[in-house]
């Protein structure tokens, strides 16, 4: 009887605890979904941002240095090579404000996105103070990011990254003369 009563309870509170774990692994409102994706951006965890942003063909993001990203797999492959560059990434969110109507959610953000990239022997720091803006939908019950844009907080940024000492090299891309530096997402 004793026996029957432990896996009775075993049972029930395998059942209780296995819905509660899933629920709360994945976020339940939009900003917690930004605070996840920029932690796994930081984290360079490629398949938790895959499973937070939406996979259609035909979104369209822009990230600084003039690059447009069209759907998941360009996406996937800039992130792919940024995550190869760069030693250490670290994202602090300074600012982080979300709306939401429905199934739909938008923000604005201010965060410093932080690299760490080996030159030589040193490990170099480069510090990127941006601005983001973006909208969400919930889908299937799980927020997922649909488009973004980012910038510069700084109009200064420009002129102190195409200095020698913080330029950061990498392969060639395609940037206008305003926004001179290489890819950073």
């Given amino acids: ?108 953000m201010e965060l410093d996105y932080i690299r760490y990239v080996a030159e030589e022997s040193e490990l170099k720091r480069t510090v990127l103070p941006m601005r983001e803006t973006g909208v969400l939908e919930r889908r299937n019950g799980s927020w997922q990011l649909l488009s973004w844009h980012e910038s510069f907080r700084s109009s200064q940024l420009g002129e102190s990254l195409t200095s020698p000492s913080a330029a950061v090299t990498r392969s060639p891309v395609k940037t206008s003369p305003a926004n001179s530096i290489g890819p950073t997402r």
């Fill in 1 to 108: 009887m004793i026996c029957r009563r432990r896996f009775v309870c075993c049972v029930l509170t395998f059942f209780i605890g296995v819905p509660i774990v899933a629920i709360a692994s994945e976020p339940s409102d939009p900003e917690s979904a930004i605070r996840r994706m920029v932690r796994a951006n930081a984290e360079k965890d490629l398949p938790t941002l895959s499973r937070l942003m939406a996979h259609d063909a035909d979104i369209i993001s822009y990230a600084v240095a003039g690059r447009k990203y069209i759907g998941w797999t360009e996406l996937e492959k800039g992130m792919r090579e940024e995550f190869i560059n760069s030693q250490k990434l670290e994202i602090p969110i300074h600012e982080l404000k979300v709306w939401t109507k429905g199934d739909m959610a938008w923000y604005v």
